[in-house]
């Protein structure tokens, strides 16, 4: 089972996606809140295997909610849910540790796509979104020397990241452990200056 957690203040949306979870095989509920500070304050939040996170929070807003829960969790994968693909946003959120980004119009199976693959490793994100991403890194000098940089295995693992791989798959490919596919992560993490899956792709796509 997934665990998820919802924060989400307005209430009509946050008793759509509480039934969505729970009418959905393979997904468990274990937190549903209106507030990032209600959240935090719930241990079984961050049991949660995912979280899907608003942007637009009474008191904390919703970035900051993911930075401080990521030091409670480091293992929690966040899905960020907004109105708007504000661009400013959207690297605030995945720079804080968001691994997708996700506009609350999305439809009920884009949505439950998203935190199965955010749970195997992925990072789901509207297209609308995606296409922002690739937009701005587009627009970023080119960093030959840091992607250069990276040893033969780390370059494998990016190739395999870029691909849509996920952890268990890349582990599969290269016969190497999940656990060791996170640990050359965190080394690309490192090398990159980048804090998700997300930008490191898209830094080694431009080259």
Known sequence: MIRVAVVEDHPPL????QRLIDETAGLELCGCHGSAEEALADRAVHG??????DIELPGMNGI???RRLKTLAPDVAAIMLTV?????WI???LRAGA???????????EIVLAIQQAHAGGAPMSIAVARKVVQFFGHRPATDAAVNGLTEREHVVLTKLSEGLTYDEIGSALAISVNTVRKHIRA???KLEVNSRT???ARFLKQ
Do not use: N, W
């Open 48 to 53: 949660a295997h995912v979280v899907l996170m």
């Open 188 to 190: 690309i993490y490192e």
């Open 91 to 93: 690297f605030d959120a």
């Open 14 to 17: 946050r008793a759509e996606l």
């Open 99 to 109: 691994l997708g980004y996700l506009l609350k119009r999305a439809p009920a199976a």
């Open 199 to 201: 930008e490191a792709v």
């Open 84 to 88: 708007f693909d504000h661009s400013d």
């Open 64 to 66: 900051e909610a993911v």
